[in-house]
């Protein structure tokens, strides 16, 4: 069975800080997303990356950059972490138009 | 943006009733996938249906998809605690690129 690994379940960051949230995932699926999922508002995509230093922004890239220099890994940096970005961040891959599969989740909060 | 959009929002049933959810979308679609969220936790996926399907199945999941419509329904026969889940559909769309849009997803609650 394909694995996503997000590299923590919980962070906790100061306001201002930079903050890497690292996702492997080992079935060599070319397509990987991010996605920040907040109560009410569902799951929103933040970057979208479609091969080795491919990418294209979401639905909400604001505050937020991405970094896909091998296929099977693909990071999401927060340049200056702000309160307003403590959520549940989802990492998820797959091929073509087919199944994602996702990681379990990092919950950010960000003091 | 979303174009998956489930009804209802929230649903509370006891064990061993069945649940339906649905899910409607705008444009037309290469297939539409149903996922399933424990709290607290990634989505895990449960059923893809492509456009030229009309019902699938898989253990007690039964998904139907109206085209014409432009419409789908998951229904959970037999419901059981451990089915208590937020559930979310995805379409990806036809010709469209690789990107899903996912719901707002349907929180369903089984009651022992």
């Known amino acids: 069975d394909v694995k996503v690994t997000q590299s923590s379940r919980y962070l906790v960051k100061r306001t201002g800080e930079k903050v890497f949230l690292e996702c492997v995932q080992d079935?060599?699926?070319?397509?990987m997303f991010w996605y920040r999922q907040d109560p009410g508002l569902g799951l929103r995509l933040i970057y979208f990356?479609?091969?080795?230093?491919?990418?294209e922004k979401g639905d909400i890239p604001e505050g937020y950059s991405v970094s896909r220099e091998k296929k099977e890994r693909f990071s999401l940096i927060l340049e200056s972490a702000s309160t307003n970005q403590t959520s549940m961040y989802l990492c998820?891959?797959?091929?073509?138009?087919?199944?994602?599969?996702f990681g379990s989740g990092t919950q950010l909060s960000v003091l | 943006s979303q174009q998956g959009e489930e009804d209802p929002q929230a649903l509370s049933i006891q064990e061993g009733e069945n649940a339906t959810m649905n899910c409607s979308y705008k444009?037309?679609?290469?297939?539409l996938q149903w996922y399933r969220q424990n709290s607290g936790r990634g989505l895990v996926h449960l059923i893809l249906?492509?456009?030229?399907?009309r019902e699938k199945h898989s253990g007690r999941l039964r998904v139907t998809l109206d085209t014409s419509k432009k419409s789908s329904s998951l229904l959970i026969t037999a419901s059981r605690a451990a089915d208590t889940a937020s559930y979310f559909c995805a379409t990806f769309t036809s010709g469209g690129s690789y990107i899903p849009t996912f719901g707002r997803g349907t929180s369903l609650i089984v009651h022992p």
């Open positions: 249906i492509r456009s030229n399907e």
């Open positions: 444009t037309s679609i290469n297939n």
């Open positions: 079935m060599d699926h070319e397509n």
């Open positions: 990356s479609y091969d080795v230093k491919m990418k």
């Open positions: 998820a891959s797959s091929l073509k138009r087919e199944k994602l599969f």
